[in-house]
């Protein structure tokens, strides 16, 4: 989603989103009118018709207009943006919010072991997180319920991690968050972050995970095992 988009939607298209899922707008197609969305809104048919082009403009909604209305779908962008507004209402009334994402345990490109074991990367997981990671990063294959409610981890505090360069070149920044790892035998380990780059939606049904032990061998795991990762603030 572009700045313009995510900058035209706001408070009042998300108040619709919510209110045509309420309607049953996450289950499928829903057919709506302009007139009774504005009675509902308490807003103009001009207004009630803006925000529901606002939404199909930001891939929040599907549209197909008829004589009689339209026809209306929440998608999957627009279901994790309620996931998100949902999760920072917990944030509000519950002290210890979390995200339990859940997927099978998958074998990474080795990738993650080269960046976390990078010099200028190592002295802030040092610094902020307490430990030094083991060189390799735990990835998740996450189930799609989860890939959709990933985007609420967006409203729960993060360890940041800044961008640094060297003579060669420019690494970008990071966030982690704490997070446990459970398995299917309910064996647990708490001390660990996942950790993604700041401010991308690249590959949001990927999860990696960095821990100051080898997770695999810690928890006996192999491919395919399933896990569960609750996401939680800052401590």
Known sequence: MSLTTESAVGPDELAVLKLLALEGGLEGDLKISCSRLADRLDASNQTASRRLQRLESAALLERD??????????????????????EEYRRIFETDAEVALEGTVTSGMGEGRHYISLPGYQRQFEDRLGYEPFPGTLNVDLREDSVRRRSAVSSLEPVSIDGWEDDDRTYGPAVCYPATIETSD????????????????HDEDQLEVI???KLRDELALEDDDFVTV????RQ
Do not use: K, S
């Open 65 to 86: 207009t008829v004589n009689d209305g339209q026809w209306v779908a929440i998608t999957d962008a627009g279901e994790r943006a309620l996931h998100g507004e949902y």
């Open 230 to 233: 609750a996401v939680g603030d």
């Open 211 to 213: 821990a100051p032990i």
């Open 186 to 201: 309910g064996e647990t380990y708490e001390g660990a972050h996942t950790i993604a780059p700041e401010r991308t939606h």
